[in-house]
């Protein structure tokens, strides 16, 4: 949350360069962004517009996901100190700011936001009083309390000081210049060289390179290591969306990963499967749609025999028991989201052992990883996840049938081009349940986690009420809201008679029921859309898939701002 981007150069580059890279990161926040080049200071409200005229050798920008005060111009950052000495940006949440901000307004500090962040750039001028920077940096580490990536710069001095701990912050290498911020998307057109920070760590960044420190000042040595990442050569944005392009991009992201399960990175996936089976207990921790991934994850491995619990990042230490006999596997496709983050410290306090599925390469949750792999969706912008889901279903899919679940994974990428040439009755489907406020999405076995993450897109991008549930749990209470009319997916796996009771239940109650199914039969109804697969692990595949395409279709009718939900991140590095 919050993307933050500071560019140091031997040659002056036009400011604008720094809000052209801040694109970049917009999908981790946009209420505001704004810069600071060391002359000009530009604050502005809503999506980022690459604009302005200067040229600077360094300069610091960011763009926001509010959480401290809200979304004006004033609370949009970099923010400066009273006698304009410092600048800075911030991403993650100064814990004691209040206790900060009192001892500072003391000392005659005037603040002119509501953030928890300007606390830093008065901090760091106080200090600039009696000490250099050097001195002054690392008393900001040992006061600050919280989470924080800051990049500071302060006058005078033609270098950006860059603070981290425990929000994300890579370090970019470019020809000529250095690049600093929340995540290497930000520069994975410049370069594939980068020094990844970790916790309580620090730089300063000059023209001619950059020097890395502790928390205490204590120089240390931080190796660059190349990353891959992969690009799509798919359509261009697909209708001005990047949703329907990386819906669109499946079948070659999905190709990309089966090729390299068999190829780089089988050892990994190997040494996954035999932790798996000397494990005792093995638990999935992840957040939002990651975790409906791991649901049918869970669910496939079940189904081999293989027992594995799967739990949402944010409660992971109110309902796990951690031991040394347990597994831990983070599944995100950020890498950093905090709850994750927080799951894993607590795993590793209490001796578990801790594995990682993420998409981003080299992010925190790999590096705090024993052992990863990589769903190599590549980069995925639209806030709503669509292609990392698909890869991260794969993925445990191609995992259970380690453990015998009998599946030919090779033939999804046609089954999913099969699917997206039924775009038309999907959308067909879509643009009528757009017309309500409300949509049920059942599912059992396999098809409930994908109910429940079709809904969540529904929500997310259209903002229309889904719930997606069991189907054994709608009569249990949920039945009550069925009225005449009231859209119903249900989603019917061939092998499943209870699922279509269910669906006759709302029926008999006015419901107006859709389908997909890979029913022989059932699959030719006006409202219904035949995903042609026999095998059940794959149906999953296929049905999440249609849902992310009658999400995307109803958002579409809808007019609503698909890849850029209002009050969503899509990196969450706030807890
Ligand atoms: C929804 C969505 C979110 C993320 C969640 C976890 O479309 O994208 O629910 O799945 O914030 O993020 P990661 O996978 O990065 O840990």
Not at 18 to 36: A, H, I, M, N, T
Not at 451 to 478: C, F, N, P, Q, V
Request: net charge positive; aromatic share 8%; hydrophobic share 40%.
């Amino acid at each position: 949350m919050c993307g933050i981007v500071g560019i140091v150069s031997k040659t002056p580059y036009p400011s604008r360069v720094l809000l052209d890279r801040l694109k970049r990161l917009e999908y981790r926040g946009y209420d505001s962004y704004g810069l600071y080049d060391g002359r000009t200071l530009l604050r502005r409200i809503g999506g980022i517009r690459v604009e302005g005229g200067g040229r600077t050798t360094a300069g610091i920008a960011h763009t926001r996901w509010a959480t401290h005060g809200g979304v004006s111009e004033r609370n949009a950052h970099p923010h400066l100190s009273c006698d304009g000495r410092v600048a800075v940006v911030h991403n993650g949440i100064i814990e004691n700011y209040e206790e900060l901000r009192r001892g500072l307004l003391r000392k005659g500090h005037r603040f002119t936001s509501e953030t928890d962040s300007e606390v830093i750039a008065h901090h760091l001028e106080d200090g600039l009083r009696r000490r250099p920077v050097e001195a002054a940096l690392p008393r900001l580490f040992r006061e600050l309390k919280g989470t924080f990536a800051v990049l500071a710069m302060v006058r005078g001095r033609d270098e950006i000081f860059a603070l981290k701990r425990d929000s994300p912050l890579v370090l970019g290498a470019a020809e000529g210049r250095t690049i600093l911020a929340s995540d290497i998307y930000a520069f994975s057109d410049w370069t594939d060289r980068a020094v990844f920070f970790e916790n309580d760590e620090m730089a300063a960044v000059g023209p001619s390179g950059a020097r890395f420190f502790d928390a205490t000042g204590r120089p240390i040595r931080k190796p660059a290591r190349t990353f891959r990442w992969e690009q799509d050569r798919g359509p261009r944005r697909t209708a001005g969306h990047y949703m329907l392009k990386e819906i669109l991009e499946e079948p070659a992201a999905v190709g990309r990963l089966l090729f390299s399960l068999g190829g780089d990175q089988k050892p990994a996936f190997d040494r996954l499967v035999r932790l798996i089976r000397r494990t005792r207990k093995v638990i999935f921790a992840s957040c939002g749609t990651s975790y409906h991934a791991t649901l049918l994850g869970a669910y496939y491995l079940h189904r081999t025999g293989r027992e594995v619990q799967t739990l949402i990042a944010s409660e992971f230490r109110h309902f796990a028991k951690v031991d040394a006999e347990t597994l831990v596997v983070a599944v995100s496709q950020s890498g950093e989201t905090m709850d994750v983050i927080d799951a894993l410290k607590y795993a590793r306090a209490n001796g578990g052992r801790i594995a990682a599925i993420v998409n981003v390469p080299h992010s925190t949750i790999q590096r705090m990883s024993e052992l990863s792999l990589n769903i190599l969706a590549g980069p995925e912008v639209c806030v709503a996840s669509t292609k990392a889901f698909v890869n991260q279903a794969v993925l445990l899919l191609a995992l259970a049938r380690a453990f015998g679940f009998p599946v030919r994974l090779e033939t999804i990428p046609d089954r999913l081009r099969a699917l997206f040439r039924q775009r038309a009755r999907l959308r067909a489907m879509a643009v009528r349940i757009a017309r309500s406020r409300d949509v049920y999405i059942i599912g059992r076995g396999l098809t409930y986690p994908v109910a429940r993450e079709t809904a969540l897109k529904i929500k997310e991008t259209s903002y229309i009420h889904a719930e997606g549930m069991m189907g054994g749990e709608l009569k249990h209470g949920t039945i009550a809201l069925i009225e005449k009319g009231t859209p119903v997916l249900s989603l019917i796996n061939a092998g499943d008679p209870d699922i279509i009771s269910n669906t006759k239940e709302v029926e008999a109650r006015g419901a107006e029921i859709f389908v997909l199914t890979n029913h022989p039969t059932l699959g030719g109804d006006r409202n219904a859309v035949h995903l042609k697969t026999a095998n059940d692990g794959k149906f999953g595949i296929l049905a999440a898939a249609a849902g992310q395409l009658i999400a995307y279709y109803a958002a579409a009718a809808l007019g609503r701002p698909i890849d850029k939900p209002r009050n969503l991140a899509k990196s969450v590095t706030v807890k």
